[in-house]
């Protein structure tokens, strides 16, 4: 019993022994890159963009056009449409999965501080009852970027477009 209990005892002190040692490997080098950097940057605005936006420009500008069940070797232009509740944005891709253009719509998102504050200050007592917010991103020309407010006032109603910055149009 006791050469049982010590031969438990050295085999239980030896095996975490043995777990210590750390086999060292050598990875192989991994790049990474954004393909399509110049849309991210291009719709980035200075102040933050709304959650919804963000997530769904941010799913576009990774998609794996190669990878993806539509692309095929004899096309040269794709275009694919995103969905969230809050929006859609259609995107052209090219046969390396760079994007073209886009069409972006979204409804009744959070405002950026420059559009609230320029619409409070041109139109005080008015309430914004809905928004429509448009991009319009183009790979030479760069994204525009619109809202569309409806402002009520009582029984009156009233239809703006500003632009991102608060410039009204």
């Not at 929006?87 to 409804?107: H, M, P, Q, V």
Request: glycine share 4%; proline share 4%; charged share 30%.
């Amino acid at each position: 019993m006791k050469k049982l209990l010590l031969g438990l005892l050295c085999i239980g002190l030896t095996t975490p022994a043995l777990a210590q040692i750390v086999k060292t490997e050598k990875l192989s080098e991994v790049t990474v890159y954004a393909t399509n950097y110049k849309y991210l940057s291009s719709v980035a605005n200075e102040e933050p963009a709304a959650i919804p936006v963000k997530m769904l420009e941010r799913k576009v500008a990774a998609f794996d056009l190669e990878n993806s069940e539509f692309y095929e070797d004899d096309y040269n232009y794709y275009q694919i449409r995103f969905y969230i509740p809050e929006g859609s944005i259609l995107a052209a891709y090219d046969k390396d999965g760079n994007i073209i253009r886009t069409i972006e719509r979204f409804d009744n998102i959070a405002l950026p501080n420059s559009v609230r504050l320029a619409v409070v200050d041109r139109f005080p007592g008015w309430e914004i009852t809905k928004d429509v917010y448009r991009v319009n991103y183009h790979q030479n020309k760069g994204a525009v970027k619109t809202y569309k407010l409806t402002l009520e006032n009582g029984d009156k109603r009233l239809r703006v477009k500003i632009d991102d910055r608060g410039n009204f149009l």
